[in-house]
């Protein structure tokens, strides 16, 4: 009878520990499960602060993209538009130079077929010299037009290649400060945990 009172108090003593255990157990659950829903919560407050902080990004960089994509279209009608006239300016003084050619050529003809008439001669020399003048000051104006034309052009290009390297800038911009975003989400999502 001594051997089976021992053994329960044994048995006791092995039922007080486990207990002991369980309530050890228990109370390290309940404080896992308290840093577990801390953990929550701070994430959800992180995700609020990336989801403000992605709104406050695109609130600021949007209308600077909106407003470079507007300012594009404009540059390029503008530029097509004083091509075409640098190309009509082309045509109309390659136009004037060969009605100047031909003029002479017709002139110089006349002048050798009639050699002997001194009056026709000289009027044809005025003829000849006023047409000649008309000739060169419509060519020089032409040629001051193309010239014109050539600086709008170039002044064009040049603002649309600022515009395009700005608007290159910023989606580069846009594109590091993205990065960046999603780097500091990451970083802070790892360091939480």
């Known amino acids: 009878a001594v ?3 021992q053994s329960t108090g044994e048995e006791q003593e092995e039922v007080a520990y486990l207990r002991a255990k369980i309530e050890t157990f228990r109370g390290h659950r309940t404080t896992m499960e308290t840093k577990h829903h801390d953990l929550l919560q701070r ?30 279209p404009q540059l390029y009608e503008r530029n097509r538009q004083l091509r075409l006239e640098l190309q009509m300016l082309y045509k109309q003084a390659d136009t004037v130079i060969s009605h100047a050619q031909a003029m002479k050529a017709v002139d110089d003809r ?3 077929a009639f050699p002997s008439i001194k009056f026709e001669r000289e009027q044809r020399v005025d003829l000849k010299t006023t047409t ?8 020089q104006k032409l040629q001051a037009e193309v010239t014109e034309q050539r600086k709008r052009v170039a002044t064009a290009n040049i603002k649309y290649e600022a515009e395009k390297s700005n608007r290159e800038a910023v989606e580069k911009e846009v594109k590091q400060l993205r990065q960046e975003l999603i780097n500091s989400k990451i970083s802070s999502s790892v360091s939480g945990r």
Do not use: H, Y
Request: one cysteine or more; a negative charge; aromatic letters at 6%.
């Open 3 to 5: 051997v089976s009172t």
């Open 43 to 72: 994430l959800a407050e992180m995700e609020q602060n990336w989801d403000e902080e992605d709104a406050e990004f695109e609130s600021k960089w949007r209308p600077k993209c909106k407003e470079e994509e507007k300012k594009t």
């Open 110 to 112: 006349k002048g050798m």
């Open 132 to 139: 000649s003048n008309n000739l060169r000051i419509n060519l």
